[in-house]
């Protein structure tokens, strides 16, 4: 009996290992796949469903509707495929079978499904990272505050997963707007400063340092003018902030996007039977 217990105790925990290692699988699309599934969902999709997948004039919300949600993939996939006789859904069997289940992993971002359901992180400790420790708010604005040099991030998580979020922390060099990298002047009289270039020609630069504040320049004003091949954006947040940190400022960016998202749909309610009127 003993043996015949050690073997079956040892099957079970083999099995065990292979069901966690492919929910886990499942828990994490690769980066590949979803960017893949955002660009045919960007072009296909985003029409009718909107970028953040939450519906408009000319489609439901697929992302936040919960019987959208409730769908299995499988039945998300056959509705791409197919089509919704008589709605306005065509079907996308031209996509290839790849193709649609890449951009069903991407649905399922936006539903905040793509990392297992609920996402790990607190907003509001994230919040107080985002203007405190992690100096987010040095830079960006967020849900009305903040500084002016970089992107806006209030309704940013709208249209980005959990991972594209940690990735674009981790690694501000892989997705850099070329037009927002580190320009380095110095002037004739030794001034040097650090910013963007927001307008340049062959007689003056318009630069905006860190502090949000605009300068122009002439370009005789200038002894040398540096264009540094990297973001203004700090690339040392996976030493700066811990795992659990990083988390709560992914789920602060996420939960202000939903709030903004959320704000904006009430406004259009709000207008609709104004408009109705002035017909």
Do not use: W
Not at 227 to 252: A, C, F, G, I, T
């Amino acid at each position: 009996m003993k043996p015949f217990t050690k073997n079956a105790t040892c099957i079970c925990l083999i099995i065990f290992v292979v069901c966690v290692n492919l929910r886990s699988q499942q828990r994490a699309p690769s980066p590949a796949a979803l960017l893949q599934g955002r660009q045919v969902f960007s072009s296909s999709c985003a029409g009718c469903h909107g970028l953040d997948g939450r519906g408009g004039e000319r489609a439901p919300d697929i992302a936040s509707k919960r019987e959208a949600q409730r769908l299995s993939s499988a039945a998300l996939e056959r509705i791409v495929h197919d089509g919704v006789p008589g709605t306005g859904m065509p079907s996308f069997q031209s996509l290839g079978a790849s193709r649609i289940q890449a951009v069903v992993l991407y649905v399922r971002s936006l539903q905040g499904r793509g990392e297992g359901g609920r996402l790990p992180g607190n907003p509001q400790a994230g919040k107080v990272l985002f203007f405190g420790k992690a100096e987010c708010a040095e830079c960006h604005m967020a849900a009305g505050a903040g500084g002016f040099i970089g992107s806006d991030l209030s309704n940013y998580a709208a249209t980005e997963s959990a991972q594209e979020i940690r990735n674009a922390i981790l690694h501000p060099e892989a997705k850099a707007d070329p037009a927002k990298k580190t320009v380095v002047v110095t002037t004739t009289s030794g001034e040097q400063l650090t910013g963007v270039a927001r307008n340049e020609d062959n007689f003056s630069l318009q630069l905006q340092t860190l502090d949000g504040a605009f300068h122009l320049f002439t370009k005789s004003e200038l002894k040398s003018v540096e264009h540094q091949d990297r973001s203004l954006m700090p690339s040392d947040y996976s030493s700066r902030l811990s795992r659990v940190e990083l988390d709560d400022v992914v789920r602060y960016l996420m939960s202000i996007a939903k709030d903004d998202l959320s704000e904006t749909k009430r406004g259009r309610k709000a207008r609709k039977p104004e408009s109705e009127d002035q017909e």
